[in-house]
Structures are given as structure tokens and as C-alpha cells.
């Protein structure tokens, strides 16, 4: 996929600062690339989310950005959360001074940042590899979704244990057995639960 030079991509950086600090409660991914569009900035269209190269491009372009954006902005005293849900600004440590073990975490490795600035993953990419990309990052959401699913079944939400998920398993069966006078399709729930969870078999 092409890749802006070097010129354009810096003179992104301070139009997104811009329309970050005009939204100071943070905006999602989508939102701020719509932000983005509305105010004219660079390669950030909403038209651009709708094909899967186009969607990859737009979307590693605007975490690259971010990326640099936060590792300046990190200089100068400030920080920048980015995630998909929220990216937005919040207070950091001034330079040289606060918590030092904040001042270390700060600095601590963080895969995404090497990926998304390392542009040769851009150049590189393909629209076979994209749909891969996105193939298994939907997969990955999917068994949140189900184990989250599974866990309030339990009555229980993350973060819980193995042990505590297990000791939970055999209050609900004790419960609702039916030869307890419990309910037997209650129970039938509390079972599958445990086996879309893979502990069924205390696995």
C-alpha cells in the first residue's frame, strides 16, 4: 500500500493535535476520523472506512500518527490514551519530575506503538493479509463475547479465576439440581457455560 512521505505525515501531526484538544472528553476511532474529515485533515475520510484496503489504510495511517503524536507529546508533559474505544488527551508527569515508576511505564516497551510506526507494515500489507488482519481480530472478539457470555450465565464477570469460576459452578449446581427441587433448564445453562468456558471436564 502507498505511503505518505515523511513531510506530509509530520504536517498531520499538529491538525490532529487540533481537533483532539477541541474534544477533550475523547472520541472513538470512527468519530475522530470523522472529526477528521470534517475539518479536512489529510487522508482521513469517512469514504475510506468502507473497503477493506481503504479501511486498513485509513485506520494504520491514524495510529501511526497517533503514535508519534503521543511519544511527543509525552516530551512536553502530556499523554495521549489510544485505544479504538477512546483516544484522547489526559495529563502525564512533567518532564524530569513525578512518579518515577509512572515515568518507567511510560517508557516500557509497547508492541502496538512498534508495529503501527513502523510504516513497513503499511508498505507491506496486501488485501489478502488485511483480510486476515481482520478475520482473526473479529475471532478474538467473538470469544470475549462468549466468555463474557458464558461468565454472566455464572453470575460472574472478569476479572474472575479458573478456582473461583469452578467454586461458583458447584454453588449453582447444588443450587439448581434437579433432584434438589431445583430448576433442571436452569441447570442445563450452568453446565454449558462451563463447557464453552473449557472447564466442563476441569480443564
Not at 20 to 39: I, N, S, Y
Not at 41 to 64: D, K, N
Not at 77 to 100: F, S
Request: net charge negative.
Amino acid at each position: 500500500m502507498h505511503v505518505p512521505p515523511e513531510q506530509e505525515l509530520e504536517a498531520l501531526l499538529p491538525q490532529i493535535l487540533a481537533v483532539l484538544r477541541a474534544h477533550p472528553q475523547g472520541l472513538g476511532e470512527f468519530e475522530l476520523v470523522r472529526a477528521l474529515d470534517e475539518a479536512a485533515v489529510g487522508p482521513f475520510s469517512r469514504e475510506g472506512l468502507r473497503e477493506t484496503g481503504s479501511l486498513f489504510r485509513t485506520h494504520f495511517l491514524l495510529f501511526h500518527c497517533l503514535y508519534r503524536l503521543r511519544q511527543r507529546l509525552r516530551r512536553q508533559g502530556e499523554d495521549l490514551q489510544i485505544h479504538c474505544t477512546r483516544i484522547g488527551l489526559t495529563c502525564g508527569p512533567a518532564p524530569g519530575g513525578g512518579n518515577p515508576d509512572r515515568r518507567q511505564s511510560l517508557s516500557a516497551p509497547d508492541p502496538l506503538a512498534a508495529y503501527y510506526l513502523d510504516l513497513d507494515h503499511l508498505a507491506e500489507a496486501d488485501l489478502a493479509s488485511v483480510e486476515a488482519m481482520l478475520a482473526d481480530g473479529w475471532r478474538r472478539v467473538t470469544r470475549v463475547d462468549q466468555r463474557d457470555a458464558a461468565l454472566a450465565e455464572l453470575e460472574l464477570s472478569e476479572p474472575v479465576t479458573d478456582e473461583e469460576i469452578r467454586l461458583q459452578y458447584r454453588r449453582l449446581v447444588m443450587r439448581h439440581h434437579p433432584d434438589r427441587g431445583g430448576d433442571k433448564a436452569r441447570m442445563q445453562q450452568v453446565v454449558k457455560a462451563m463447557e464453552q468456558l473449557g472447564l466442563a471436564r476441569g480443564g
